[in-house]
């Protein structure tokens, strides 16, 4: 079946804008993740959609950033005023979860971000 | 909070030939899992192999094989009979097995297969 997705592939704003980047995890995956990977470095974690539960934002480096999920399907991962700092990779990720046991996140591609 | 450190930013091997990744972690928990990702030039993260903290045997995935050392929380990668298709960013990883679903992951070592 088909992989996790993600839009654009590429992505070069001005700083100060506004940017959304949309993720579509695999059918029937519960568990939704977002990571930001710097050039060179390894990923970070930003936040985690788990079904309709609260979802875990400890990850977001600022009050800029936002994501929402709707249902158990796309995610979309918002930076406001971005700044040249943003520039990253953004990887999504997606997974099946049941409470005690442990499955594999699948990554998409990534949206690489360029602030100029 | 959990770290991940891989000492190691850039690796090199002879085509055919075995290399050892080098992985180690700081955790105060005693169940948690630990993987080993490659991210070749396409970006995309693939999971090579995982282990769990409990387990007393090292994982293996036909030729990749991990050394876990549990007391002194390092994680190596092992990988034989090295082909050119192994090349790209290994990643280690830390996941607890409660609680915070994230992974942890590690600054990356950069494989190059030498034909």
């Known amino acids: 079946g088909a992989g996790v997705s993600q839009s654009p592939s590429n992505k070069v704003t001005e700083k100060g804008k506004d940017v959304e980047l949309r993720c579509d995890p695999i059918?029937?995956?519960?568990?939704l993740y977002w990571y930001r990977q710097r050039l060179g470095q390894g990923l970070e974690f930003l936040i985690y959609?788990?079904?309709?539960?609260?979802?875990?934002k400890s990850g977001l480096p600022s009050d800029r950033f936002s994501a929402e999920r709707t249902g158990e399907s796309v995610s979309t991962l918002t930076i406001q005023r971005t700044q040249q700092e943003d520039s990253a990779v953004y990887l999504c990720a997606s997974s099946r979860r049941l409470a005690g046991a442990v499955y594999e996140q699948f990554f998409g591609p990534g949206t690489r971000l360029t602030v100029l | 909070a959990q770290t991940v450190t891989q000492s190691q930013p850039e690796m090199s091997v002879q085509e055919a030939e075995t290399v050892t990744l080098s992985c180690t972690y700081d955790t105060s928990e005693s169940d948690y899992y630990l993987f080993w990702y490659k991210q070749p030039p396409s970006r995309q993260m693939i999971l090579v192999i995982r282990q769990e903290a409990y387990k007393q045997q090292n994982a293996t995935e036909n030729r990749f094989s991990v050394n876990f050392q549990k007391a002194a929380k390092s994680f190596s990668l092992k990988i034989s009979d090295s082909q050119l298709g192994d090349a790209a960013m290994y990643f280690c990883?830390?996941?607890?097995?409660?609680?915070?679903?994230?992974?942890?992951f590690g600054q990356g070592t950069r494989l190059t297969i030498n034909p």
């Open positions: 959609f788990q079904g309709n539960s609260a979802p875990d």
């Open positions: 990883a830390y996941r607890s097995a409660r609680g915070a679903q994230k992974l942890v």
């Open positions: 059918s029937g995956h519960t568990a």
